[in-house]
């Protein structure tokens, strides 16, 4: 069922239970108020009958019947009856009609006093009267002709008003709710549109920021991020060929310049060398996109435990030395805790020791002395690494981009290396709920933030 079905449903479901229940609320007063009018028009009758049979003494039961059938507002099938103290009829003004309820209706008022009861189509009063020490007892009954035949006009109204109005609500409903959908059915049209091929294309914005506003802004913000993660596969894609396209070109110029003349034994040796160190590159750039590639799809499925962090930065120094033993990297430890337990974090040793390995390196790649500066701050509530180094530093403008994979700017180009190292990072710092940021001037060096929570 269609979303603009349902709301003119429900919409009209709604309007008629109000409506219905309003309608009986009307119906239900005006049937009280009905019944409490005719029972009070018949009380009056009851007592002026009596007060002109009792108090007048004039006025006999003959000569009363005589004014009562003379009353122009007489009730329809009205009887009136007067019983004295022993319960003797003295009037009765209803020759035709007869009540079987008369004497147990004259003991409950004897009784309880004044009773109103319905007897078949028979509103029946019961009154008792007292004058000059005597009690009498008035019994008065009538049908409600005129009322009955006001309520079934009434029911009939609020019968077929009810069905106009449901009609007409069910109508400017599903007018209501085709406009209040319209702009869900143009986002609708616009996202079908929309293919991997125009990813540029944008909604329509409204110039209202309701909720149909705010929504078409998400979804231009979620086209926006869905674009550049296109952008960003396209140029991974990219950069990955030529990053392998470069050294497997030089593996197979090489072997086939070899193998058109025969060489001696050193030069040979040579080749060898040359091929083997493409192809460890090689090796270090897959096992670098498959870390990357791992730590992006399974990143809560490494075992985490407590790790100090100090000791962490000191075996990586040494795996960076073994490296290359060209390189110089001194660790300085700030503030440093009584409590060595503030020196732990809840981390992934292998990968802190990776994460930190590539700052390392790129520090004495890119310094102008190999040289690499290791700073540990243990500050109240974290644990702040920073690596710095005195090479040529990044421009402003490239700043955003160092943490995409392959990305190099123009001073790195001509530094062996393939762009991976700081994604890595950053995805295993964020890993560790951790946070990573880049502070340069270019011509004074670089330095990398790490700030991670202690355990």
């Known amino acids: 069922m269609q979303i603009r079905t349902r709301l003119t449903l429900q919409f009209t479901v709604l309007v008629s239970t109000i409506v219905l229940v309003s309608f009986f609320a009307i119906y239900f007063f005006t049937e009280q108020f009905t019944e409490q ?100 007892v ?37 007018i209501y709710a085709g406009r209040a959908l319209k702009p869900i059915k143009r986002i609708i049209t616009d996202v079908q549109n929309i293919s991997p091929q125009n990813l540029s294309q944008r909604l329509e914005e409204s110039p209202h920021l309701d909720e149909m506003g705010k929504l078409i802004l998400i979804f231009n913000g979620l086209l926006a991020r869905i ?11 990219s950069n990955v060929s030529h990053e392998l396209k470069n050294p497997l070109t030089n593996i197979t110029s090489q072997l086939e310049v070899t193998l058109l003349n025969e060489r001696d034994k050193e030069e040979y040796r040579e080749t060898i060398e040359s091929v083997l160190e493409d192809i460890k590159s090689l090796n270090h750039l897959s096992n670098s996109l498959l870390d990357l590639a791992r730590l992006t799809r399974q990143s809560d499925s490494f075992t985490m435990s407590k790790v100090r962090l100090d000791e962490v930065l000191w075996e990586t120094r040494e795996n960076v030395i073994a490296i ?48 690499a500066l290791i700073t540990l701050t243990c500050q109240k509530d974290d644990l702040k690494v920073t690596v710095s180094d005195n090479g040529p530093g990044i421009e402003k403008k490239d700043l955003e981009n160092v943490f995409q994979p392959f990305f190099r700017t123009d001073a790195t180009s001509k530094v062996k290396g393939y762009g991976v190292g700081l994604s890595l990072s950053q995805r295993i710092i964020s890993i560790h709920k951790g946070k990573i940021a880049i502070e340069s001037t270019p011509g004074k060096g670089t330095s990398v933030n790490v700030v991670l929570s202690p355990s």
């Open 37 to 136: 009018d005719f029972s009070r028009r018949l009380r009056e009758k009851a007592i002026t009958s009596a007060i002109l049979l009792i108090k007048v003494q004039q006025i006999d039961t003959t000569l009363l019947k005589i004014i009562d059938r003379a009353k122009r507002d007489n009730l329809y099938r009205e009887s009136i009856r007067v019983y004295d103290e022993v319960g003797k009829e003295i009037y009765f003004n209803g020759d035709t009609v007869k009540l079987g309820i008369n004497a147990q209706l004259f003991d409950e008022v004897k009784a309880a006093g004044e009773k109103k009861l319905k007897h078949n189509e028979y509103t029946v009063t019961g009154i008792p009267f007292k004058d000059r020490g005597k009690e009498y």
């Open 138 to 174: 008035i019994i008065a009954s009538a049908e409600d002709v005129n009322g009955f035949n006001r309520l079934v006009d009434l029911r009939r109204l609020l019968i077929a008003l009810f069905i106009i109005l449901i009609a007409i609500v069910s109508f400017s409903g599903w």
């Open 227 to 237: 674009e550049n993660a296109f952008q960003l596969q396209k140029l991974f894609v």
């Open 324 to 371: 290359d033993p060209q390189y110089k990297i001194e660790v300085e430890i700030l503030n440093m805790p009584e409590d060595e337990t503030k020196l732990y974090v809840n981390g992934n040793p292998y990968l802190l020791r990776t994460a930190f390995q590539n700052l390392i390196e790129n520090a004495c790649k890119f310094s102008n002395d190999a040289k």
